[in-house]
């Protein structure tokens, strides 16, 4: 069955980086584009980022446009999201997301920016 597991989850403090990877199983990876979502206590899921099956064309949320990069290498069968001059307000727990007949989101894993 499909899974989706994220990881690089962290601590960071303002203005740091972190990778998050996205291993996907269980479909055939470099048919389905990818995305990145956030959440936040209280809040709805939202999206921060999209890339096509073959990672051609990128697209981003305007509040991270500039500082987060998302790939995917279809060979590791893995996509990726580079966030750099984190902010406090990235503070999220972080999910990949796919749809393969219907959706489906990894277990997340969480950002934490403080100083």
């Known amino acids: 069955q499909v899974q989706l597991v994220e990881s690089g989850g962290g601590l960071v403090q303002p203005g740091g980086s972190l990778r998050l990877s996205c291993a996907a199983a269980?479909?055939?990876?470099?048919?389905?584009?990818m995305n990145w979502y956030r959440q936040t206590p209280g809040k709805e899921r939202e999206w921060v980022a999209g890339?096509?099956?073959?990672?051609?064309?990128?697209n981003y949320a305007d509040s991270v446009k500039g500082r987060f990069t998302i790939s995917r290498d279809n060979a590791k069968n893995t996509v990726y999201l580079q966030m750099n001059s984190l902010k406090l307000e990235d503070t999220a727990v972080y999910y990949c997301?796919?749809?393969?007949?219907?959706?489906?989101w990894g277990q997340g894993t969480r950002v934490t920016v403080s100083s």
């Open positions: 997301q796919t749809a393969v007949l219907r959706t489906y």
């Open positions: 890339i096509t099956r073959t990672g051609g064309s990128t």
């Open positions: 269980g479909f055939t990876f470099s048919a389905y584009a």
